[in-house]
């Protein structure tokens, strides 16, 4: 089953405009991490955030802010004015600790946003 | 540069032959993973290595498939006799024990 669910496939949205990505996860653990990444056209993963699941407060990071709530299992991340190099395909991942797999991440199908001018 | 870097970048060969990838993690990050992409998709999960040691393969990780971590350093990822269904983006991560994620640049292997 997937544990890291990202409804949104892909979002185009014009320059300036607020755009949310939506993250829903599965995990039966109570201690766990959640993840957002960017990954633009060159194909790195460049980190944007960890929460662990004993953190709800929202963070706030320049133009981008997090709602971490458990009471849904969602974590959803905004952009706030996007501009046109916030144009990436973007992951949320889910972390369970394991002494096996240690803190393996487990990827959504990631959202591809688009901001055009 | 400190980061997770890794090699080659690019690798496209034939069906059938062998590749090698490596990985060289941020110094002192005892932890270290492989995952693969391929179009459209999130990241997977191959292997993960604590120190020298492999501790878990996903079913994944066909027997065409081998990783190692000599000495707990830098990590090499080879497959044997490549399949068409090989062709993907292999990233590297590592962390220094915690949940942290700081991934290379990627081998992205296309097999013809």
């Known amino acids: 089953a997937q544990k890291v669910t990202q409804a949104q496939t892909e979002i185009s949205v014009v320059e300036k405009e607020d755009v949310t990505l939506d993250c829903v996860y599965e995990t039966r653990d109570t201690t766990y991490y959640l993840f957002w990444y960017k990954q633009p056209p060159s194909g790195e993963l460049v980190f944007l955030i960890r929460r662990n699941s004993f953190d709800e407060q929202n963070e706030i990071s320049g133009r981008y802010s997090w709602n971490f709530q458990k009471s849904t299992s969602s974590f959803n991340f905004t952009i706030t004015a996007s501009q046109v190099v916030d144009s990436a395909v973007y992951f949320c991942a889910l972390s369970e600790p394991s002494p096996n797999s240690g803190y393996a991440l487990n990827f959504g199908k990631g959202t591809s946003l688009l901001v055009t001018p | 540069d400190t980061g997770v870097s890794q090699d080659p970048r690019h690798k496209i060969t034939k069906r059938g032959q062998n590749v090698t990838f490596r990985c060289d993690p941020i110094?002192?990050?005892?932890?270290l993973y492989w995952y693969r992409q391929t179009l459209g998709q999130g990241p997977e999960f191959l292997t993960y290595f604590q120190n020298e040691a492999q501790l878990e393969k996903s079913r994944l990780l066909s027997d065409r498939f081998s990783a190692e971590r000599p000495k707990g350093s830098f990590s090499t990822l080879e497959i044997q006799r490549t399949e068409q269904g090989d062709s993907a983006m292999y990233l590297c991560?590592?962390?220094?024990?915690?949940?942290?994620?700081?991934f290379g640049p990627g081998t992205r292997l296309t097999v013809l």
């Open positions: 110094s002192e990050h005892n932890r």
């Open positions: 991560a590592s962390s220094p024990g915690g949940a942290s994620g700081f």
